[in-house]
């Protein structure tokens, strides 16, 4: 449990200790400290540094007190970190740090400080770090300030740009809680526009004007002369996915033999899973193959006094209990279950809104809440799931689309021609398909903003440039493809972010992700896309080894997409806070959607036995809802 934040002044110095120890108060349930306690508790969680022209902190848990996240040079250099982090005794890394596990922060500040001046240096030992971390690295001398993030994103970091320098911090919040950045931050179209396209916002883009996050796997490069001469941070990439090229590559064919990918998959998840059974961890068991396989292997290593989490719904065509108790007996946990209904999920929709600090598209999040709430009452501080499986190993329908030769689509000839050329500007290719006809969606996009939003709509469309770096996608197998897009798009910001780390953290909790072990991450990019779709069955290396360790009724389910209830369910509730929200009043005084497109949705969704396919299709009205909630948590403008 970790956080960071500082600030740098360029130009005159300012009240650093002042806002350090606000930001330190905004983030203090990242420590385990409720926001409310006494300000002497987050001292004592503090690690600090102090220069002429500015000051870093870390937070950590006050019961790991002896696991520094601080590093200082006095008068010369500082790194904060906040994330965790893994020997790499076993790896041959000549150049990494070599972490002890219990200093990480020291091994890093070591190999950084003498590449100071060598940012390809200090990229180089970046991308060797073991861990799900985010940090900052100051250099008095040269006033240099770098900002980094895994190439995950697990661990969130942002930054804002003052009248006088650059101020940072894991959470939004923390940045909202200084005046200068609070008062000059609107409503950014472009994340809203990101949310009704992609699985959510894509960094450095967040729902706040002027407040970038720093993208996963990215150095952000700050100092006194380019802040001065008004230019943006250098930018370097330190870590990505780097799929094999087709052209460098060997099909995996019906004569290879499959076993030794197996074995090495086993090798390298095995190992994952006991690097994070330290510290007696809890487990979460949603009844699926992924988080069977996390707890069954934990259990093979040697766990004991297990205890494992789930949510059961009291509607049996949601309810997963029965597949979830087929693990827990399988491991001997003590096994916490809590059974809700869809008035209990969406009422703590504002409170998901609020912790993550955007609004969403779609209401499971209060699942996750709940979750979290049982494993802190328990006693935990820190929880395995099988979080990234689907994305990294071809889990999801869609890949089975993509397994296949594009086939020729039978639609009106000028919108194929329309789509095809979507298709290219967005992925560099007219016939690779990616979760939806974006052309057509574009149009309704357009048609939901109210008329002045939409007037702008060039300037902010989510779908105008590539979210992601067509270089790492060009050359590929389409496999590859849309697990690069899922790992970028859905996982990192999103899965990881509003769904993963604000939750969890909201209750002091850390998530770990033996799928997203960095050894794991790298083997999945080296395994032949013909295994990941094998035999006919998506997911197939997590499924052959789930034969070795996993439940026979887990094993041979069909897949279950777990998806929350959406807001055709919600209308029928006529809660008076979400009819208050939606109201034509309230959506006309707000200005960014259109209040008759509103309606027509309500209208629409009340409609008897109108249901939406959440695996294909948008809850449009679930964003419209959790915007306007976002609005009023955040007490943003009204569109002007």
């Known amino acids: ?167 940072f911090a894991s959470e939004i919040r923390a940045l909202l809680a200084l005046r200068e950045v609070r008062e000059r931050t609107r409503v950014n179209l472009r994340a809203v526009d990101q949310l009704m396209t992609w699985p959510g916002p894509v960094a450095p883009d967040t729902f706040f004007t002027g407040i970038e996050a720093v993208p996963a796997g990215f150095m952000l490069v700050f100092n006194p002369k380019s802040f001065l001469a008004g ?142 709430e049982m494993v802190r009452a328990e006693g935990f501080t820190s929880v395995l799931s099988g979080e990234g499986s689907d994305e990294l190993f071809a889990g999801y329908a869609g890949y089975l689309l993509n397994s296949e030769p594009p086939e020729e689509e039978a639609e009106d000839p000028l919108e194929q021609a329309e789509e095809a050329r979507m298709r290219r500007r967005l992925w560099g290719d007219p016939t690779f398909f990616y979760e939806r006809e974006y052309a057509a969606h574009e149009r309704i996009r357009r048609d939901l903003y109210s008329p002045d939003v939409a007037e702008r709509f060039e300037r902010f469309s989510a779908t105008a440039r590539p979210p992601v770096n067509l270089a790492m996608l060009r050359g590929r197998h389409r496999l590859n493809q849309r697990t690069y897009l899922d790992a970028k798009l859905r996982v990192a910001d999103h899965e990881l972010t509003d769904h993963g780390d604000r939750v969890l953290m909201s209750q002091g909790i850390t998530g770990r992700y033996p799928f997203l072990d960095k050894d794991v991450l790298e083997f999945s990019a080296r395994i032949p896309p013909e295994l990941l779709i094998y035999d006919e069955r998506e997911k197939y290396p997590v499924r052959a080894m789930g034969a070795k360790y996993v439940p026979k009724a887990i094993l041979n389910r069909r897949k279950f997409s777990f998806v929350a209830a959406g807001t055709p369910d919600l209308l029928k509730l006529r809660l008076d806070w979400v009819e208050e929200l939606l109201s034509r009043e309230n959506i006309r005084r707000a200005g960014y959607f259109d209040a008759d497109a509103v309606e027509n949705l309500k209208k629409l969704y009340l409609r008897p036995g109108f249901r939406i396919n959440q695996t294909y299709e948008e809850d449009f009205l679930m964003i419209v809802l959790s915007f306007q909630l976002w609005l009023r948590i955040f007490e943003m403008p009204d569109f002007s």
């Open 231 to 372: 230019s943006s941070p250098e930018r370097v990439v330190f870590d990505d996915f780097d799929y094999p090229l087709l052209k460098d590559r060997r099909p995996f064919g019906a004569n290879d033999d499959p076993r030794p990918w197996i074995e090495e998959f086993e090798r390298l998840f095995t190992r994952a899973v006991g690097r994070r059974l330290h510290g007696n961890p809890a487990f979460l068991s949603s009844g699926g193959i992924d988080s069977a396989l996390v707890n069954t292997v934990a259990k093979a290593l040697g766990a004991n006094d297990m205890h494992t989490f789930s949510i059961g719904f009291a509607d049996r065509a949601m309810d997963e209990r029965p597949w979830q108790r087929a693990v827990t007996e399988a491991v001997g946990s003590v096994h916490h279950e809590r059974v809700v209904d869809t008035k209990d999920v969406y009422a703590r929709l504002p409170d998901v809104v609020r912790l993550g600090e955007a609004p969403l598209k779609e209401s499971y999040n209060g699942c996750a809440l709940m979750l979290a």
């Open 1 to 167: 449990m970790s956080a960071v934040f500082g600030r740098i002044d360029y130009r005159e110095p300012g009240a650093e200790r002042a806002d350090l120890g606000a930001m330190a108060m905004r983030l203090a349930h990242r420590a385990g400290i409720e926001e409310a306690s006494s300000p002497m508790k987050v001292k004592d969680a503090m690690d600090s540094a102090v220069f002429s022209r500015g000051a870093l902190g870390a937070l950590r848990s006050l019961s790991d007190a002896e696991t520094p996240h601080a590093a200082v040079m006095p008068g010369s250099a500082a790194l904060v970190l906040s994330g965790s982090f893994f020997s790499q005794a076993d790896d041959a890394c000549p150049e990494g740090p070599a972490f002890s596990g219990r200093a990480p922060a020291s091994a890093l500040f070591s190999a950084l400080y003498p590449l100071r001046d060598d940012k390809r240096g200090a990229a180089r030992v970046l991308r060797r770090v073991s861990g799900h971390f985010a940090g900052a690295f100051y250099d008095e001398a040269s006033g240099e300030l770098l900002l980094f993030r895994d190439v995950l994103g697990a661990e969130p970091l942002y930054w804002a740009a003052t009248q006088r320098g650059i101020v």
